[in-house]
């Protein structure tokens, strides 16, 4: 069984920077694309950043282009999430999931998705 453990969130104010963690548990992970999403209040989950355990190809939405980076150690099976200029729109649960199907390209949707962790808060302050 596979599991996904983030830490690292907090509160933070504008323009700070904070480092999310996915601990991956359970099973290789070496074909897997993994992902973070975000959902703040009222909004649907949005995809935030992808990235291949194999090749180390990553994805990122738009919106945080530029500001976050997500890296992988596969030693460590931990997946992270580098967020800098952290603006309050960035306010969110981040979740960790894994696409355990091998894909060829990262897609950012949630239903590609079959493994998640339970959630870290992210607070940013104006």
């Known amino acids: 069984q596979v599991q996904l453990v983030e830490s690292g969130g907090g509160l933070v104010q504008a323009g700070g920077s904070l480092r999310l963690s996915c601990a991956a548990s359970g099973r290789t992970f070496s074909n897997y694309a993994m992902g973070w999403f975000r959902q703040a209040p009222g909004k649907e989950r949005e995809f935030v950043a992808g990235i291949k355990w194999t090749t180390g190809t990553t994805r990122y939405a738009d919106s945080v282009k530029g500001r976050f980076t997500i890296s992988r150690d596969n030693a460590k099976n931990t997946v992270y999430l580098q967020m800098n200029s952290l603006k309050p729109e960035d306010t969110a649960v981040y979740y960790c999931?894994?696409?355990?199907?091998?894909?060829?390209?990262?897609?950012?949707?949630?239903?590609?998705?079959?493994?998640w962790g339970q959630g870290t808060q992210v607070t940013v302050s104006s």
């Open positions: 999931a894994a696409d355990s199907r091998g894909p060829l390209v990262i897609i950012p949707l949630p239903a590609m998705y079959d493994y």
